[in-house]
């Protein structure tokens, strides 16, 4: 077992409270963890005859349900298959490939049930790219890619014609679910983006491009010009500016339809969502942060991970920066690093920052994207940040006789209410795939990491 592990009791939150720290040795320490990460998630793993999946819980009674799936992104099977998908990529572990294969048969028998499950209870997430459909077929095109897998590339473009079948044509563009962000439509038009370099199509990239109108259509216009893009439904407007739910997510979409159609409309949307969250900024000690909410109580809470906050957001700065060349951006970028710092960053939590390692909301989003940065320019505090980050996530593993696992309060507003689940952005697959690119970088000196269409740092293969 590892020795930089150890079992963690967590405590009630309070503000700069520090998370415990852990350094790792050596570099094999993270491939260690990331793969006694794999034993822990192989006690969820269910076999049929369709395949593998794998259920997300650590609550005994739900253990007992052996004919739900949930085959998501987010939370489910599909980003524990992309887990997989790297560790046979770093390990070359051949009883990895088994897994990988029968994952993947597995979601093209069973994708179409997310249609019908809305994670979090959040209407229409299952048809959206982290919480639906679009996710399945974007690991199923990695897969593809990776494999030279005929049946999950069948199975991508089941996918993608499953959203031209049901496009809806609107006065203003096509939509799905009406609703707009990464979670929804937004994700949807992104994973339609990377499908079109699979099979390209003159309907395919006009239902893309209309889709995408309907979005910047029904965004609401400031006075500045900044363009909001919200929930259309005004009973059930969430007022989330950031990376999942809002402009930050939906302008890095219109900065991807840009560089797939080079049409200046789609850049001036994205420039325009800029515009928005700059103008939210809140300044820190130093550098400023982009509120939770922009309305109500929740105004004064900072996320500071990828889902809502400075990590997910700065993806789409960075974006911009990269297809602009404009260093205004860049320094947005790097606001956001100094504000996230001022709040005591990785290493102590923060109102919005508590209890958490996860790739949504915590210190493992903020590895991948430190790499990630630090792969692009080199600069030193990135590199830095990475490895403060890695700490944090050591000292917050949890050892048992199954496994490594890592307790976090997924419920933002209950610090003290653990959970220790095994997907991608909520849980232990994501956590160890992150240490896992750690783990590559420490020990080669390079970062050879091929990159998701929702990613915009350098893929290096």
């Known amino acids: 077992m590892c020795q930089n592990c150890f079992i ?6 309070h503000d700069r409270q520090p998370f415990p720290l852990k350094q790792a040795e050596k570099a094999e320490n993270y491939l260690n963890l990331a793969i006694q990460a794999a034993e822990y998630i192989d006690q969820f793993k269910v076999e ?9 819980t650590n609550n005994e009674a739900q253990l007992s349900i052996s004919d739900f799936s949930n085959p998501n992104f987010f939370s489910g099977s599909a980003g524990i298959l992309y887990f997989y998908n790297k560790l046979y990529q770093i390990t070359h572990d051949a009883s990895y490939l088994s897994i990988i294969r029968k994952a993947s048969h597995y979601l093209t ?18 048809m959206g790219l982290y919480g639906g459909i679009g996710g399945v077929g974007l690991i199923q095109l990695e897969i593809a890619e990776n494999y030279d897998n005929e049946e999950a590339l069948r199975s991508a473009q089941e996918i993608a014609d499953y959203y031209l079948e049901r496009a809806k044509q609107t006065d203003k563009g096509i939509c799905w679910t009406g609703d707009s962000p990464l979670f929804h439509d937004s994700g949807i038009l992104l994973f339609l983006i990377k499908a079109y370099q699979h099979f390209p199509s003159s309907r395919l990239l006009e239902t893309i491009k209309s889709g995408v109108r309907y979005l ?5 216009r400031h006075i500045d010009n900044g363009l ?22 939906a302008g890095y979409l219109f900065g991807k339809t840009y560089e797939l159609t080079h049409e200046q409309y789609f850049l001036q949307a994205a420039k325009d969502a800029a515009v928005f969250l700059v103008n939210l900024a809140v300044p820190q000690k130093e550098g400023y942060l982009i509120p939770y909410r922009t309305n109500g109580p929740q105004r004064q809470v900072f996320y500071l991970g990828n889902c809502h906050g400075a990590i997910g957001t700065s993806r789409f700065f960075y974006y911009l920066y990269q297809l602009t060349e404009d260093s205004y951006y860049l320094e947005q970028v790097e606001a956001l690093t100094a504000g996230l710092i001022s709040r005591g960053a990785p290493e102590h939590q923060s109102n919005g920052y508590w209890n958490t390692t996860t790739f949504c ?49 997924f419920n933002r507003i209950s610090p003290s209410e653990l959970s220790t689940f095994t997907g991608f952005y909520d849980g232990a697959a994501g956590i160890a795939t992150v240490l896992l690119e750690l783990y590559q970088f420490e020990s080669q000196r390079q970062l050879k990491w091929k990159r998701l269409i929702d990613d915009p740092f350098i893929s290096l293969t």
Do not use: M
């Open 228 to 249: 909001e893009i919200n929930t259309v439904s005004a009973a059930d407007k969430r007022d989330l500016p950031n990376w999942e739910f809002g402009s930050a997510g």
């Open 109 to 126: 028998q069973h994708w179409q049930i997310l249609a019908k499950l809305d994670i979090f209870d959040i209407a229409g997430a299952g």
């Open 361 to 409: 909301c915590g210190a493992a989003g903020f590895i991948h994207h430190f790499l990630g940065l630090y792969a692009d320019n080199k600069k030193t505090l990135y590199l830095d940040l990475a490895r403060r980050s890695a700490a944090v996530v050591l000292g917050n593993a949890s050892r048992s006789e199954k496994g490594i696992s890592f307790p976090i309060a």
């Open 48 to 56: 049929s005859e369709d395949g593998i999946w794998w259920r997300n």
């Open 216 to 220: 910047i259509a029904n965004g609401h």
């Open 8 to 13: 963690h009791t967590h405590t009630g939150y």
